[in-house]
């Protein structure tokens, strides 16, 4: 089974902190995603990337960036934390040119909780 | 904003029942997939129907798409307690391999 690993189930950080959310995948897949999901707003995506040290931003960037130095490894950055970040973060992968009938693989999520 | 929207937001049903939910989008698809989500966890890939498609099964899953009203549905045949989840319709556009998903329907399975 595809396996989306994210570091962290649970984080608290304080404002104003660098916050790093990791994730991992380990089905060679090209694609990944970061998204964020708010109550009553559904999934947003924030960054996605198609390939190794490449970057697309979503629909909600702004006080994000993210970095693919390795195909199994997503990172997303909070550069400066605040509390409107506050937020279940999910990542996910997908095969580029995707197989018929396969979606995204879902990690368990990191919620985050900016104080 | 969300391109594809659920309805209801809510459903609660009986077990043994079905239950019917439904996702409206704006724009141009290749294709359009349901995910479900237990309780603060992650999202679970159920199915994907492509735009040339109207009608696909997966065990007791039953999708339809009507790409000239822009809207899907999904059946769950013969409910039970363990369905009792959110469900998510999101949509790939024509673009590319990004997914845009809606806001969700809650759904409730009484024992």
């Known amino acids: 089974d595809v396996k989306v690993t994210q570091s962290s189930r649970y984080l608290v950080k304080r404002t104003g902190e660098k916050v790093f959310l990791e994730c991992v995948q380990d089905?060679?897949?090209?694609?990944m995603f970061w998204y964020r999901q708010d109550p009553g707003l559904g999934l947003r995506l924030i960054y996605f990337?198609?390939?190794?040290?490449?970057?697309e931003k979503g629909d909600i960037p702004e006080g994000y960036s993210v970095s693919r130095e390795k195909k199994e490894r997503f990172s997303l950055i909070l550069e400066s934390a605040s509390t409107n970040q506050t937020s279940m973060y999910l990542c996910?992968?997908?095969?580029?040119?995707?197989?018929?009938?396969?979606?995204?693989?879902f990690g368990s999520g990191t919620r985050l909780t900016v104080v | 904003s969300q391109q594809g929207e659920e309805d209801p937001q809510a459903l609660s049903i009986q077990e043994g029942e079905n239950a019917t939910m439904n996702c409206s989008y704006k724009?141009?698809?290749?294709?359009l997939q349901w995910y479900r989500q237990n309780s603060g966890r992650g999202l679970v890939h159920l199915i994907l129907?492509?735009?040339?498609?109207r009608e696909k099964h997966s065990g007791r899953l039953r999708v339809t798409l009507d790409t000239s009203k822009k809207s899907s549905s999904l059946l769950i045949t013969a409910s039970r307690a363990a369905d009792t989840a959110s469900y998510f319709c999101?949509?790939?556009?024509?673009?590319?391999?990004?997914?845009?998903f809606g806001g969700g329907t809650r759904v409730l399975v009484k024992p």
């Open positions: 996910a992968s997908s095969l580029f040119g995707r197989i018929r009938g396969e979606g995204y693989t």
């Open positions: 089905m060679d897949h090209e694609n």
């Open positions: 990337s198609y390939d190794v040290k490449m970057k």
């Open positions: 724009t141009s698809i290749n294709n």
């Open positions: 129907i492509r735009s040339n498609e």
């Open positions: 999101a949509t790939e556009g024509a673009a590319g391999n990004k997914l845009t």
